[in-house]
Each structure stands twice: as C-alpha cells, then as structure tokens.
C-alpha cells in the first residue's frame, strides 16, 4: 500500500482559548483537525482533574490536526501567539497517510 | 442577637447546607463520591432558567417602577467598585502581586448565583418577599466587576488587549445568556406562563438545589485540599472579611434605593459573593499569568461556605434589624 508523509500536530490547551487556536489553523488553510476532551493530567501547573470542574476556566481539549510536512513552519508560527501565556503542550509527529491530497 | 443565633442553627440543619456539607466532607476525607459532569451541569442550567423565569413573573405580576432601573444601575456600580476595595484589602492583607490581586478582585465584584438561590430559598421559608427583578441586578452584576479588575492589573501592564473574544467571554457567557433570556420568557409570560410550568420550575427547585449544592460542596472540598498550600492567614481572612464589606455596600445601596427587606437581603448576598463561573473564564482568557488555585480556592472553598452558612443568616438578621421588616 502506497503511503505519504506527513505531520501530526497535537496541541493540548485550555478549553478556553479553543476557538481561537482552531481560528488559527483554519487561517492556515488547515480545516481538518479533532478536538478531544481531556480528562485530567499534571504538569508544571500542577494536577488537574476534569470531574468537578465549575466552571469552564478549567478545562483543557486536545486539538489534533494532520498536516503536509511543508505546512509545518508555518503553522507553528501561526498557533505559537494564540499559545503564548496559557497553559499547554505543543508536539509534532511523523506519520504515514494513505490520501496525501487530502492535506 | 438571639434571634442571629436561631436563624443560624435553622440555617445550618436546613437540606441545602447538610447536602453541601455532606459533599464538602466527602471531598475532605477523599471519597469517591461525584456527580456526574453533565448531571451537573444539567442542574445548574435547571437552577439558572428557574430562577431566571420566576424573576420575571414576579416582574410581570407587580410591573415596573424607577427603582428596577435604579437597582440595575446601583447593581452596576457596586460590581465596578468593589474590586476597587478587594484590591486595596488583598494589598494591605496579603503579599499577593498586582496581577493576582487584580484577578482575585475581580472575582469579589461580581456574583455568585448559586448564593442568591441560596440567599432566595432562605428568604422564602423566612416568608420574606424580595422584589423578582433582583434577578436581572444579579445578572447585570456579573461583568462590570472584570472590566475594573483588568484595568488595575492593566495599571500594571499585566493584562492582554480587550477583543472581541474578551467581549464575548464576558457579555455571552452561558449563565447570564440563560439567566437573562429566562427572566425575559418569565417576563413575556406572566402569571399563565408560570401556571403551564410551575411543575417543573417551582416544586423540584429545592431537591435539585440540595443535590446541586452537594456537587458544589464536592467541588470546593476537591479545591481545598488542592490549595492547602496556597491559602494563607491573610487570604482567609480577606475571603470572609470582604463578603462583610460587600454585604455592608449592598445594604447602602438597598437603603438608598428604598429595597424591601428580602431585596436588601439579596443585594447584600450580591455584594458578599464571589463569581467562580463567569469570572474565572475571562481572568483565564486575559489574565492568564493569575493563579487560577488562588482565586477559585478563595471565592469557592472559604467564602461560598461561609456566605452560605453563616452569611446569608447575618445578612437576613441585619437587614431586618435595619428596615425593620
């Protein structure tokens, strides 16, 4: 089976600020993406859980988006202010796809 | 004072505060107990519309006068100002830097609504009577308090530009999107309205509240035993002596303004809350340097139990100490 290069973009972020980052990737041209809920995890700002959560303040989401790799700079340059102070974690994967027009 | 003490002990056994101490306590002693996200959040849209429609049929029943304008705008400026005063208290009790500060001012100015449902259900089995457009003040209370609040942390350079996103955080955000379109259906309504509904709306409220409060409880004890360490003496004591101050405005205001008792009593349960819904949204969007643990553990772990077991008695004892009603 024939396959294509490509790069997943995962970029887990406050809820809060979702649609601006989906804003931005659609600005790029990137109008595929997923957008997971997130249960719960730890990091620098420490542990967060999303059962008991009142307000949607707390919430994070994972956007996913799969991207041909020479749109790749370009969309970082893109999302990286729509990130800049808030919480979130940005990585970028080599993957294989089977419809590389798609992307 | 016996009279303080009476309504306090009644407060303290009555199913809405032992539903929210059950759950504060299972938090506290780390059992599994919860309440399923979308149940919860089911409730809180229950709660909002109900409280929203029966404003507005009280609305619609007894018309409007000057003083519903007035309290809006009364409403307006006590939400504008008190962070003003939340911020100056958080510097001279705290060592809190001028962007945490700001935010947790910010919570201070606006509203909880979950204390004013509390604050009407306590009225109620008191038989006092509020003015319904109490309602529409609590919504109009919700935002004013963010915009003073980013403009003294903006006095430090600490927060971002106002966009339309902000905007849109701030003025459309769900609760007061539901809270103010059901007080308009109420409204448009009336009496007939309130009659087709009343089933559903009226004779559920308190059980949905008891179990609502439950969940809050759950919440704050999780939001307690996550910022132990962040809570000092300083901040407790802001987050009960700034609720009093609160209180103390709004029952200026309802003097001023000629309130009946149940409605001084809700405009100084408006004074004394603290958002943790609207407000800790727009502080995440343009504060987000603030330290979400500071202001949600404040405004939700010490003075949300404290307006509600202790507040709310003090508030009704005063204000009918002061109007005599």
């Known amino acids: ?103 | 004072m016996e009279n303080l003490l009476s309504l306090a002990a009644d407060n303290l056994v009555s199913p809405i505060i032992l539903s929210f101490v059950l759950g504060l306590t299972a938090a506290l002693a780390r059992s599994d107990l919860t309440i399923p996200e979308a149940i919860a959040k089911a409730m809180s849209i229950y709660l909002l519309f109900a409280i929203g429609f029966k404003g507005g049929v009280s609305v619609a029943a007894h018309g409007i006068d000057a003083t519903l304008g007035l309290s809006l705008i009364a409403g307006v400026i006590l939400s504008a100002l008190l962070p003003l005063v939340a911020f100056g208290l958080l510097r001279v009790l705290t060592n809190l830097d001028h962007v945490n500060a700001g935010a947790v001012a910010a919570h201070y100015g606006s509203i909880s609504i979950v204390t004013f449902v509390a604050g009407t259900s306590v009225l109620e089995s008191q038989g006092l009577m509020y003015e319904g457009y109490m309602v529409a003040v609590a919504a109009a209370m919700e935002a004013p308090a963010i915009l003073s609040a980013l403009w003294l942390i903006s006095r430090g350079g600490g927060a971002r530009r106002m966009d339309s996103d902000l905007w849109r955080e701030i003025a459309l955000n769900g609760s007061i999107v539901l809270l103010v379109g059901s007080f308009a259906i109420g409204w448009i309504t009336g009496e007939d309205g309130l009659a087709e509904i009343s089933s559903f709306v009226v004779a559920p409220f308190k059980g949905v509240l008891c179990l609502f409060l439950l969940d809050m409880g759950i919440v704050a004890g999780r939001g307690l035993r996550a910022g132990r360490g962040l809570i000092t003496m300083g901040l407790l004591g802001f987050g009960v002596l700034m609720p009093l101050i609160g209180a103390g405005a709004g029952l200026v205001a309802a003097l001023l303004l000629g309130l009946s008792t149940g409605g001084a009593v809700l405009l100084m349960v408006l004074g004394a809350s603290a958002s943790y819904i609207a407000v800790p949204a727009a502080m995440r969007v343009a504060v987000p340097e603030a330290n979400p643990s500071i202001y949600l553990t404040l405004s939700l772990g010490v003075t949300f139990p404290f307006n509600l077991a202790l507040g709310l008695p003090i508030y009704v004892s005063v204000a009918r100490a002061v109007t005599g009603g």
């Open chain 1, 1 to 103: 089976m024939q396959t294509h290069d490509a790069k997943r973009v995962e970029i887990t972020i406050e809820a809060i600020v979702k649609s601006r980052l989906t804003d931005a990737l659609v600005d790029q041209g990137v109008t595929g993406f997923t957008i997971l809920p997130v249960l719960g995890g730890s990091g620098r700002s420490g542990e967060w859980s999303r059962s008991g959560q009142v307000s949607r303040a707390s919430g994070m989401v994972q956007v996913i988006c799969i991207i041909r790799p020479d749109r790749l700079d370009g969309l970082l340059s893109a999302i990286l202010p729509v990130l800049d102070r808030h919480i979130g974690v940005v990585s970028v994967t080599d993957c294989q796809v089977l419809r590389a027009e798609r992307f």
